[in-house]
C-alpha cells in the first residue's frame, strides 16, 4: 500500500504564511517583498513535491508550522549570501591564476579604491581649473614618467588595449606579423580573432619557429599600416629558431614610414632579475628599442587590477583616444584609483618587494616556504590522522596568466597521498567546502598544497578550518 499524498489544496496562502509572527523579524531585515518571494518559492516547492507523490500530510504539516517555515527561508536567506565572491587558499602553485582574480593588491591600492566607492571624487574634474578633466590624466602622467613615453592610455584589459590600438590605426589595412608570434591566450582568445574584430587584416611573415628580417621587408607594401611584435608570454619555442628583435624591427618599420606596436602582454615595468626572479622584457626597454606604442596588462606582473595600456608616441596614442571605442572601454573609478596606487609605488623601486604582494609572493625563498610547511605539517597530519600521509616536500611554482612559461620557481608545499586516487579527490573536495577553500592540485597520486601563496598573516586561519575537517 502507498503512503497518503497531501494534496496541493492542503497548502497555506501566502498571505497567511506572511502573517506568522516569526516572520516579523525576517520582514524588518530583509524587506517583505524579498520574504515573499522566498515563501513563493518554498510553498512552490511544496506543491510540485505533492505533485510527484512525494509529501505527506506530515511532512506537510511541518513544512508550513511556523519552525518549518522560519528554517526554509533562513536556509534561502544564507544559500543568496554565498553567492558573494568567495575568497580561498590559492595553494595551486601557480601565483597569478587567471581564475583566482589574479595579482592582489597592495594595501594602498585598497586604500585607493575604498575613498573612490564611499565618495565623490574628481574622476573627470580639474579642481585648479575648475573645469572638466581627463578621467586618465594621473594615470598617464605616471606611465609616461615611469617609461619614459611621450604618452599613454588606459582602457579595461590588454585584449581591449590591442584591440583598439588595432582599429585606430589599421582599420582595414594590413598588420604585419610573425607567424611564430599569433599566440593564443585563455579563453581561446587569439591574436587573428583580434585583428578580424579590429578591422584589420593579418599578413604572415616567416614560419612557426624562424622569421628573418627579410620576411617583414618583402611583405610590407601599400597596404601596410604597422609591424607588430607580440610577446610569446604563455608559451615558448626552443630549437632551431630565429626571431627578429624589436630594435631591428622598429629599424625596418620606420624605414618604410610605418608604425612598431608591441604587445607585452604581461609586461614588466622593474627588472625582476633583481629579485631573483626569471628576467622579463620591460616595457622601458621595448620603447627604447625603438617601438613606437607598447601594450601591457595591469593584473599580470605589474601586480595591480585588471587593465590594459598602451604607452608610445603622441600623436599615435592622440588618434587612439579619439576613437570611439575608447569610451566603450574605459576603466572605472575604481581601477583607475587601484592602477594610480599601484603605479605610484614603482617610483620607489627597492621597496616594491615589501609592498607589491605579487612581487613578495613571487620572491619568496625556498627555504622560507619550506619553514612554513614544516610549521604546518602536525596540524594537517592531525586532521588527516591515518587516513593520508603527509609530509613538507619540495616542489615547484610557476608565474601563471601566461607570464614566463618555462619559468620555474623552487618552492615548498605539503604532499597528502592515500591509496586509492578516488581518496584524493574527495579529500579536494572536502577541503573546496572549507569555509574559504582550500585550492591545490592533484598530481602523480597526490594532492599537493604549494605554500607559496600563503601569507604569514593567514596562517592561522588556514590552520583553523583543519581542525574541523575530519578525515
Given at each position: 500500500?502507498?503512503?497518503?499524498t497531501?494534496?496541493?489544496?492542503?497548502?497555506p496562502s501566502?498571505d497567511?504564511?506572511l502573517?506568522?509572527?516569526a516572520l516579523?523579524?525576517?520582514?524588518?531585515?530583509h524587506g517583505?517583498?524579498?520574504i515573499?518571494?522566498?515563501l513563493?518559492?518554498?510553498?512552490?516547492?511544496?506543491r510540485?513535491?505533492s505533485?510527484?507523490?512525494?509529501l505527506?500530510p506530515e511532512?506537510?504539516q511541518r513544512?508550513v508550522a511556523?519552525p518549518?517555515v522560519v528554517?526554509a527561508l533562513?536556509?534561502a536567506l544564507a544559500?543568496?549570501?554565498?553567492l558573494?565572491?568567495?575568497?580561498?587558499f590559492n595553494?595551486?602553485?601557480?601565483?597569478?591564476?587567471?581564475?583566482?582574480?589574479?595579482?592582489l593588491?597592495?594595501?594602498a591600492?585598497?586604500?585607493?579604491?575604498t575613498?573612490?566607492m564611499?565618495?565623490?571624487?574628481?574622476?573627470?574634474?580639474?579642481?585648479?581649473l575648475?573645469?572638466?578633466?581627463d578621467?586618465?590624466?594621473?594615470?598617464?602622467?605616471l606611465v609616461?614618467?615611469?617609461?619614459?613615453a611621450?604618452?599613454a592610455?588606459?582602457?579595461?584589459n590588454?585584449a581591449a588595449?590591442?584591440l583598439?590600438?588595432l582599429n585606430?590605426?589599421?582599420?582595414?589595412?594590413?598588420?604585419?606579423v610573425?607567424?611564430?608570434?599569433?599566440v593564443e591566450i585563455g579563453?581561446?582568445?587569439?591574436?587573428?580573432?583580434v585583428?578580424r574584430?579590429a578591422?584589420a587584416r593579418?599578413?604572415?611573415?616567416?614560419?612557426?619557429?624562424?622569421?628573418?628580417?627579410a620576411?617583414f621587408?618583402s611583405?610590407?607594401?601599400?597596404?601596410t599600416?604597422?609591424?607588430?611584435?607580440?610577446h610569446?608570454s604563455?608559451?615558448a619555442?626552443?630549437?632551431?629558431t630565429?626571431?627578429?628583435?624589436t630594435?631591428?624591427?622598429?629599424?625596418i618599420a620606420?624605414?618604410?614610414g610605418?608604425p612598431l606596436?608591441v604587445?607585452?602582454?604581461?609586461g614588466?615595468?622593474?627588472?625582476l632579475s633583481?629579485h631573483?626572479?626569471?628576467?622579463?622584457?620591460?616595457?622601458q626597454?621595448?620603447l627604447?628599442a625603438?617601438?613606437?606604442?607598447?601594450s601591457?596588462s595591469?593584473?599580470k606582473?605589474?601586480g595591480?587590477?585588471?587593465?590594459?595600456i598602451?604607452a608610445?608616441r603622441?600623436?599615435?596614442?592622440?588618434?587612439?583616444?579619439?576613437?570611439?571605442?575608447?569610451?566603450a572601454?574605459?576603466m572605472?573609478?575604481m581601477?583607475?584609483?587601484a592602477l594610480?596606487?599601484?603605479l605610484?609605488l614603482y617610483r620607489e623601486p627597492e621597496?616594491l618587494?615589501?609592498?607589491?604582494?605579487?612581487?613578495?609572493?613571487?620572491?619568496?625563498?625556498?627555504?622560507?616556504?619550506?619553514a612554513q610547511?614544516?610549521r604546518?605539517?602536525p596540524s594537517?597530519?592531525q586532521?588527516?590522522a591515518?587516513?593520508?600521509?603527509?609530509?613538507?616536500?619540495?616542489?615547484?611554482?610557476?608565474?601563471?596568466s601566461?607570464a614566463?612559461p618555462q619559468a620555474q620557481?623552487a618552492?615548498?608545499?605539503l604532499r597528502i597521498?592515500?591509496a586509492a586516487?578516488?581518496?584524493?579527490?574527495r579529500?579536494?573536495k572536502?577541503l573546496?567546502?572549507l569555509?574559504r577553500?582550500?585550492?591545490g592540485?592533484i598530481a602523480e597520486?597526490?594532492?599537493w598544497?604549494d605554500l607559496?601563496?600563503?601569507e604569514?598573516?593567514?596562517?592561522?586561519?588556514?590552520?583553523?578550518?583543519w581542525s574541523?575537517l575530519?578525515a
Amino acid at each position: 500500500m502507498h503512503a497518503p499524498t497531501a494534496p496541493a489544496s492542503a497548502l497555506p496562502s501566502l498571505d497567511r504564511l506572511l502573517r506568522l509572527p516569526a516572520l516579523s523579524t525576517l520582514i524588518r531585515d530583509h524587506g517583505r517583498s524579498r520574504i515573499a518571494h522566498l515563501l513563493r518559492e518554498h510553498v512552490q516547492g511544496l506543491r510540485e513535491r505533492s505533485g510527484r507523490g512525494q509529501l505527506s500530510p506530515e511532512q506537510l504539516q511541518r513544512a508550513v508550522a511556523e519552525p518549518g517555515v522560519v528554517a526554509a527561508l533562513q536556509s534561502a536567506l544564507a544559500a543568496d549570501a554565498r553567492l558573494d565572491l568567495q575568497p580561498v587558499f590559492n595553494l595551486t602553485g601557480t601565483v597569478l591564476h587567471t581564475n583566482l582574480g589574479r595579482a592582489l593588491l597592495p594595501d594602498a591600492a585598497v586604500r585607493a579604491v575604498t575613498r573612490a566607492m564611499t565618495a565623490p571624487v574628481d574622476l573627470e574634474f580639474d579642481i585648479a581649473l575648475g573645469r572638466r578633466g581627463d578621467r586618465d590624466a594621473r594615470v598617464r602622467a605616471l606611465v609616461c614618467e615611469l617609461t619614459g613615453a611621450e604618452a599613454a592610455t588606459v582602457v579595461n584589459n590588454n585584449a581591449a588595449a590591442v584591440l583598439l590600438l588595432l582599429n585606430s590605426l589599421a582599420n582595414r589595412r594590413e598588420v604585419v606579423v610573425s607567424r611564430g608570434e599569433l599566440v593564443e591566450i585563455g579563453g581561446a582568445f587569439r591574436i587573428p580573432d583580434v585583428m578580424r574584430s579590429a578591422g584589420a587584416r593579418l599578413r604572415e611573415v616567416g614560419t612557426t619557429n624562424r622569421t628573418h628580417p627579410a620576411d617583414f621587408d618583402s611583405a610590407i607594401g601599400t597596404r601596410t599600416a604597422l609591424l607588430m611584435e607580440v610577446h610569446a608570454s604563455n608559451y615558448a619555442i626552443t630549437g632551431f629558431t630565429a626571431k627578429v628583435d624589436t630594435a631591428r624591427m622598429a629599424s625596418i618599420a620606420h624605414g618604410h614610414g610605418l608604425p612598431l606596436a608591441v604587445d607585452l602582454g604581461s609586461g614588466s615595468l622593474c627588472d625582476l632579475s633583481a629579485h631573483g626572479l626569471p628576467r622579463e622584457p620591460t616595457v622601458q626597454e621595448a620603447l627604447a628599442a625603438g617601438a613606437d606604442l607598447v601594450s601591457f596588462s595591469g593584473d599580470k606582473l605589474l601586480g595591480g587590477p585588471q587593465a590594459g595600456i598602451i604607452a608610445g608616441r603622441a600623436d599615435l596614442i592622440g588618434r587612439i583616444n579619439r576613437n570611439p571605442l575608447k569610451r566603450a572601454l574605459r576603466m572605472d573609478k575604481m581601477g583607475l584609483a587601484a592602477l594610480e596606487a599601484v603605479l605610484a609605488l614603482y617610483r620607489e623601486p627597492e621597496l616594491l618587494p615589501q609592498r607589491l604582494p605579487t612581487l613578495r609572493t613571487l620572491s619568496r625563498e625556498q627555504g622560507d616556504i619550506h619553514a612554513q610547511a614544516q610549521r604546518l605539517l602536525p596540524s594537517v597530519q592531525q586532521a588527516l590522522a591515518a587516513h593520508y600521509a603527509v609530509e613538507a616536500v619540495p616542489m615547484y611554482s610557476q608565474v601563471g596568466s601566461g607570464a614566463q612559461p618555462q619559468a620555474q620557481l623552487a618552492s615548498a608545499g605539503l604532499r597528502i597521498r592515500v591509496a586509492a586516487a578516488a581518496g584524493l579527490d574527495r579529500l579536494a573536495k572536502r577541503l573546496r567546502g572549507l569555509p574559504r577553500p582550500v585550492l591545490g592540485r592533484i598530481a602523480e597520486d597526490a594532492l599537493w598544497l604549494d605554500l607559496r601563496g600563503l601569507e604569514y598573516g593567514d596562517e592561522a586561519a588556514f590552520l583553523a578550518q583543519w581542525s574541523a575537517l575530519q578525515a
